[in-house]
Each structure stands twice: as structure tokens, then as C-alpha cells.
């Protein structure tokens, strides 16, 4: 497994720009595409759906894409999605039906499958689907929209998830995503995440080699 992870999130990019931006962010040594879908429904707002996942690929991007899906029900976007080109989907339990069925359909659509941990669900939820998943999100903020601060009680969550990571012997990565800054990463990455989510502090902040390399330099220092 790749150490670390970087998957800047599209929601904080210049839209207009889409496809320059997620390329000038992946030149500057970004690793994946996170892509945060938003239904208006699951949370209060609304952003991408598949047509703009395709486009990504259809303008050159092979990086992984991740997609984050804040939705409800989930299944058919999943599907939908697969067949726009994602390569990690991940949703949130409460929002499915059937998180077992579910997830099993984004292993059989060929991506890796993910389930997404809100602040304050417990990790109880994972019990049962362990051997699901190909990764954990645990977020760090409230779904719903970018910029905002990043909760410390995670940090507590991150440890407790890696903890039983390892115990069961499991090859899963450990995300967090909201908030995650050049000067909170470390911490992050101590408590055991390993792919880290960022928004705002990466889109619209200047040159991205800069930005970029600083969020490297501070994980070399893991
Ligand atoms: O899932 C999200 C919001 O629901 C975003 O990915 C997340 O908040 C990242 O944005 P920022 O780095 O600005 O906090």
C-alpha cells in the first residue's frame, strides 16, 4: 500500500475550470481525486453528479477518482458513478438501505468500496462489513460543505479505527477528510490516518507545487 495518500477535494476548485484545475493539482504531485457528491436530500446542499466524473476522464484525468457520495438511497449512484469512471466510491451507512448490498455492488462494478463515518456515528457500524471494505472515511467535520473546522474529538475516532485495523490483521485505509490543514496533518497522520482529504486549504491557495509540497513535507516528517 502507498504510504500516504493526498486526494484534494474538487468542491473547494474553481469550477469553471474543472479539468485545469484537478491537472495542475495532480502535476503538483496530488495523488487522487476527491470527489464530494452532494444531493440537497442526505445534506443541505447539492453538487456534482456522474456527467461531471465522465468529463474528468473524458478530458484526460486517470488518476483514481474518489467519490464521496452524500446522498440517499445510494445504489444507483453507485452504478452510475462505476460507469463514469470512479475508482473508490464510499457513502454513508445511514443513507443506505442495505450497507452490506451496497457495498458488495461497488466491489462488483470493479471499484474499491468505502463507508463514511460522520462525527458522531459510532464505530459500531462497521461490525459485520469489515471484510467489505477496501477503506474507512472518517469525517472530521459535519458533511455538507467545505471550509470548515476541523472537529479534535476525531482525532480519538482515528486511533480507536486503526486500533481495530490492525487487530484484525485488515489491508484498509484509514481516510479523514474536513479541515485537514498544512498545520494539522501530522497530527493526523499520527493517529493512523493515511489519506487525507483537503479542500480549501489546497484549491485557490496559489501556486499548488508550493501548496502541495508543503503538505509533503509535512507528511516526510511522520
Ligand atoms: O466532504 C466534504 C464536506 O462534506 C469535503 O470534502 C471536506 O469538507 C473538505 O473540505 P475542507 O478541506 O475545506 O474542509
Given at each position: ?73 445510494v445504489d444507483e449512484l453507485i452504478e452510475q ?142
Amino acid at each position: 500500500m502507498q504510504p500516504y495518500l493526498l486526494a484534494p477535494s474538487i468542491l473547494s476548485a474553481d469550477l469553471a475550470r474543472l479539468g485545469e484545475e484537478v491537472t495542475h493539482v495532480l502535476e503538483a504531485g496530488a495523488d487522487v481525486v476527491h470527489f464530494d457528491v452532494m444531493d440537497n436530500h442526505y445534506v443541505p446542499n447539492l453538487t456534482f453528479g456522474p456527467m461531471i466524473c465522465q468529463a474528468l476522464r473524458n478530458y484526460g484525468v486517470t488518476a483514481p477518482i474518489d467519490v464521496h457520495l452524500m446522498v440517499s438511497p445510494v445504489d444507483e449512484l453507485i452504478e452510475q458513478f462505476a460507469d463514469a469512471g470512479a475508482s473508490m466510491i464510499s457513502f454513508h451507512p445511514e443513507a443506505s438501505q442495505h450497507v452490506d448490498r451496497s457495498l458488495q455492488l461497488i466491489r462488483d462494478k470493479g471499484c474499491k468500496a468505502g463507508l463514511v463515518l460522520n462525527p458522531a456515528t459510532p464505530l459500531q457500524v462497521l461490525d459485520y462489513v469489515w471484510d467489505r471494505l477496501d477503506f474507512i472515511l472518517l469525517m472530521s467535520v459535519n458533511p455538507g460543505f467545505g471550509g470548515q473546522a476541523f472537529i479534535p474529538a476525531t482525532l480519538a475516532k482515528i486511533e480507536a479505527v486503526k486500533q481495530q485495523i490492525e487487530q484484525r490483521g485488515l489491508n484498509i485505509r484509514l481516510a479523514v477528510d474536513g479541515g485537514v490543514k498544512q498545520d494539522n496533518i501530522v497530527e493526523i497522520a499520527k493517529a493512523g490516518a493515511d489519506m487525507f482529504i483537503a479542500g480549501s486549504a489546497i484549491f485557490g491557495q496559489g501556486d499548488y507545487n508550493e501548496v502541495v509540497g508543503q503538505f509533503r513535507q509535512k507528511l516526510a516528517t511522520v
